[in-house]
RNA sequence: GGGGAUUUAGCUCAGUUGGCUAGAGCGUACGAUUCACAUUCGUAAGGUCACAGGUUCAAGCCCUGUAAUCCCCACCA
């Protein structure tokens, strides 16, 4: 015996790993253009496949830990390449790791911090080399856990987002954008994190509802004076002008006049822009083009100043003395007291207002006038809107398509300059001396190694800045696969992407732009976007609340199957659902299940093979996967209860062989149907059924009476090999602790169909309605133990006579004979067979009532199904074969009216 | 302000082009127990499918409206 009694996925689970990466079976085959692979009937899996499927891995952190979300991708993903691999296509599943540019940094500046330093103290240069060991030494750790879910990737490819192809990528695309026009270095207000220090996009940036005040603040003119409203007065040193709404009746004498700007010597005009809101403070606002994104544009309509008033590290500049240098609170109460005492401040309220912060550290994002490269992004934002309307790119969920759509419209420039070390360094120098007019003042070179280069001998030094990670991330499909523009890659486009829905716009937008803009084609075909992993009662996990899963955790405790497993179930794609550790033990206790099924199955085998010998007798052709087809309707090739010879115990006639060959290919067509609709909760719900409830519930007792080897051979193959995308370590582990099994099964052939006699398998139902019936009416009779209280009687009925073993081996009670002369008992009346339990008449009273409420119930099934036909244009108007099974119904059921009412007369 | 979702059993979710007598897992109750598995087996209870209209022979599903919950985008001087 190989197997202990239960499955411990600890002992197994690293070993499997281990020997599938030393096979090399996760490694890409060359795809090859099919040669006649009908004449010779060859089973060469490469010459025949001329199908990829292809798929990239959204690379984790190098330096970080696979958290929850992760698990789901890894489960999915893996999923869809094992499945596909069975399938017989030629597979890539293509790691990467992620230098995650603006988390590792802030994980690595706070290092430096610890160790009472500061980035100033450093070169661009010397910190990049200080990030690389820093991520080197931690590096590893997500690659380990990657291979401890199951994740069958191809090692051999895994693709660092910091690799020299995927620089010179970014860099050819680069290139070709600034030939094209696309890239443009421009002064414009970026949000701007001041302890950080760097720019963000505007998608990094978070929204936050807070309180706030609104002070009333009074601007004097010789005459008079006019009150603006501002939640900022610290940036009032930066106004350019003061803007009231053309339509606003109030102040349509002061346009065009110059107003003092408070605590300076300053004059202003007050102008007329829509920007400001009549209803809102007192409908006059003061314009700081410099700091604040709409009074920008505000500045950019009349061409007013610019004036930086707040540094880089967020304290004042450009002011009076005795603000400068002042931090931008600091420097507001300053404002405000002096305000005061001029008696200028005229009012104050509490507001409610959206404030930007940092996504990372909180602080408040600061705009800030700087020069950054910026894309163009109408004409890529025009490319992917055209191929996602002509529907090149399928959406899983479907309406995530036009939610695209409706992105792109409104996409703005896109700021792909970062002030951190850490990333891939933009290749732009600068021209130094600006006496040297013909030359540009920006050049490309690729040089990035370098501080300073020279060109026709004008000397350039080099931005100090960095790409977004995102510009670079948008080349993935593209540097994963290995396309280039000579020779393309036939993994290119991907089959499909698959990654959480909350990086739609960061990632998979840019995706398909920039797929579209460098290859010309889409990326990937489909897209499916998972929903995040909640805790179990619906909430985001965070480790405030102290509702973080670890996936590893889980991994350790129940397995890696298990895991997979409980995450896929009750999850559909871009929904938010909960998870909680529950549905990971029911895949754990699944896993046992097959185990245990397993177990059974080798050692009827073994028992076989010693006592009888069989497996030189029986008939294995029948079942030998590669010579199965399709059922015939005809049942005139019965091969699931082809009789066993040359042992007695064998001669059966089992019809839950059939049944259970039917419910199998059932099965397999649906997990089929569901991978490829990406449902993959619903592939693995009746994979679960399937196993469970038919074949070991089911099956497996009636093949304790009769024992088929060669078909439960064949038939736990099947199932193996159909639930091994999903539990790739537990079906290993069996096939390989299986006697007559070869190879892995991670490397198997997808089953094909079993052959088995419709008319068998429909009516073993019956034999399951019949111990189902008795089962229930056993509960349902007073007293305890009553399964071993009473037998069965049957008058002359051939499928209780044929199936008597089984049907006392599944109903457990301890006879069943042929009723000589009149019925007598209890009538088993759902299944219409002649079958009675031998109870005495004081227990048939007793279970008068039981029968009367099942004949009420029926009753009103019938009413319900009646008046379906009596209504006319039900039919005249529903489809025929509805209208028959409605009338086939109503016969069913007042057939079983008048046996459980002559049941009750006999009483 | 713009957009997207969700609402079905105590909990978490299925329910694909309308055919439903609405399912599953977990949980609950009751019963079982040597011979694959207590990570087991059997049986059962549990639902006005959020609400109100409409379309249809037929609505959990389609249409209109309402409510609640959640998410995204933009903006808030």
């Known amino acids: 015996m190989r197997f202990s009694s239960s499955y411990e996925p600890g002992e197994y689970e690293s070993d499997i790993y281990a020997a599938w990466e030393a096979s090399g079976i996760f490694n890409p085959k060359v795809p090859t253009v099919p040669i006649d692979n009908n004449s010779d009937g060859s089973d060469d899996r490469v010459k025949k496949s001329n199908q990829t499927f292809s798929i990239v891995m959204p690379p984790p952190n190098a330096n970080g830990n696979l958290h929850i979300g992760h698990g789901l991708t890894i489960a999915l993903e893996d999923s869809l390449t094992r499945y596909y691999r069975l399938k017989g296509d030629s597979t890539w599943y293509i790691p990467g790791a992620d230098h995650a540019g603006f988390e590792t940094w802030v994980v690595y500046e706070r290092e430096l911090e610890k160790q009472g330093h500061t980035r100033f103290e450093y070169s661009r240069d010397e910190l990049y080399a200080r990030v690389w060991d820093f991520v080197a030494k931690q590096r590893g750790n997500m690659e380990l856990q990657l291979r401890a879910l199951g994740a069958s990737c191809s090692w051999d490819d895994l693709t660092f987002t910091l690799d020299e192809n995927v620089i010179d990528r970014v860099y050819t695309t680069f290139e070709k954008m600034w030939n094209d026009g696309l890239i443009y270095r421009g002064e414009k207000l970026v949000n701007y994190c001041p302890k950080h220090q760097t720019a963000f996009a505007d998608i990094e940036v978070e929204h936050q509802d807070e309180k706030g005040t609104l002070w009333d603040i ?27 709404n053309p339509e606003d009746k109030r102040y349509q004498n002061l346009l065009g006049q110059k107003v003092k700007l408070p605590l300076t010597d300053r004059e202003i005009p007050i102008i007329a822009d829509e920007h400001a809101d009549p209803e809102f403070g007192t409908g006059a606002v003061k ?90 992004v109408k004409q890529l934002a025009k490319l992917a809107i055209d191929a996602i309307e002509q529907d090149k790119i399928k959406f899983h969920p479907a309406n995530k398509k036009n939610i695209l759509i409706n992105y792109y419209k409104g996409l703005k420039d896109w700021n792909i300059s970062r002030q951190i070390p ?59 696969t290995d396309w280039d523009e000579n020779n393309f890659s036939p993994y290119y486009p991907l089959n499909v992407m698959e990654t959480g829905a ?37 909430k985001k996990m965070s480790k405030s609340k102290g509702n973080v899963i670890n996936p590893m955790d889980l991994v350790t405790k129940y397995g890696s199957d298990a895991f997979r497993l409980g995450i896929l179930r009750g999850r559909s794609a871009g929904m938010n659902q909960a998870f909680s550790e529950n549905s990971v033990i029911a895949g754990r206790n699944l896993c046992n299940k097959l185990w245990n099924i397993s177990r059974l199955i080798q050692s009827m085998t073994d028992e076989t093979d010693i006592n009888f010998e069989v497996s030189e007798t029986v008939p294995r052709e029948g079942y030998d996967p590669s010579e199965m087809s399709e059922a015939h309707d005809d049942g005139s090739e019965r091969m699931g209860s082809k009789k066993l010879q040359n042992n007695i115990n064998y001669t059966s006639n089992n019809m839950g062989e059939d049944w259970i060959c039917r419910e199998i290919n059932e099965c397999v067509s649906q997990v089929e149907k569901d991978m490829k609709a990406y449902r993959f909760a619903e592939a693995v719900e009746v994979l679960y059924q399937t196993i469970w409830d038919k074949y070991a519930d089911w099956f497996l007792e009636t093949q304790k009476v009769y024992k088929n080897i060669p078909l439960l051979k064949t038939t736990l193959e099947t199932l193996l090999i159909t639930l091994h995308p999903f539990a790739p370590f537990v079906t290993e582990t ?15 052939k997808w089953p094909s169909k079993l052959k088995f006699d419709p008319i068998s398998a429909e009516e073993f139902e019956s034999i399951r309605t019949i111990v189902s019936e008795v089962r229930g009416t056993l509960q349902a009779l007073p007293g305890t133990n009553n399964v071993k209280k009473y037998g069965l009687l049957y008058d002359n009925d051939s499928i209780v006579n044929e199936n008597m ?43 008068k009532e039981t029968l009367t409420e099942k004949i009420l119930s029926v009753g009103k099934e019938l009413d319900a199904l009646n008046a379906r036909l009596m209504n006319p244009n039900y039919v005249d108007r529903a489809p025929a074969h509805l209208v028959k099974e409605t009338r086939d119904g109503v016969k069913e059921k007042e057939s079983l009216i008048n046996r459980l009412k002559q049941q009750l007369e006999l009483i």
């Open 287 to 376: 314009i700081t083009p410099a700091h604040d994104f709409d009074d920008f544009e505000v500045g950019e309509r009349h061409n007013l100043p610019r004036l930086q008033v707040i540094a880089e590290n967020g304290t004042m500049v450009n002011v009076p003395e005795e603000f400068n240098g002042l931090t931008t609170t600091e420097c507001r109460k300053k404002v405000l007291k002096t305000l005061k005492e001029q008696n200028l401040l005229r009012g104050e309220r509490k507001i409610d207002h959206a404030v930007a912060h940092c996504y990372k550290c909180g602080t408040t994002i600061e705009p800030m006038l700087k020069e950054q490269w910026f894309i163009d």
């Open 218 to 244: 009074a601007y004097q003119y010789d005459g008079g004076e006019i009150i603006v409203s501002t939640t900022r007065p610290e940036t009032l040193f930066g106004d350019a002008a003061v803007a009231v």
């Open 502 to 538: 909350d990086i739609l716009f960061a990632w998979v937008a840019r995706m398909i732009m920039m797929g579209l803009y460098v290859t010309g084609e889409v990326p990937f075909k489909e897209v499916y976007l998972h929903g995040l992993v909640l805790d179990e009662h619906g």
């Open 422 to 480: 850490w990333g891939i360094a933009i290749p732009m120098f600068r021209k130094v001396d600006l006496s040297a007019t013909d030359e540009p003042d920006w050049i490309f070179d690729r040089r990035t190694n370098l501080q300073e280069i020279e060109k026709a001998g004008v000397k350039y030094v080099r931005d100090e800045d960095t790409f977004d990670t995102w510009f670079s991330s948008s080349h993935w499909p593209i540097v994963c």
């Open 734 to 748: 069996i096939w390989q602790n299986l006697s007559w099994t070869e190879g892995f099964i991670a490397a198997a």
């Open 805 to 847: 073993l089984i049907i006392k081996n599944l109903t457990k009670v301890p006879s069943i004979n042929s009723l000589n002369g009149n019925p007598r008992g209890l009538r088993i009346a759902l299944a219409n067979h002649e079958i009675y339990l031998d109870v005495s008449e004081d227990i048939v009273m007793e279970y």
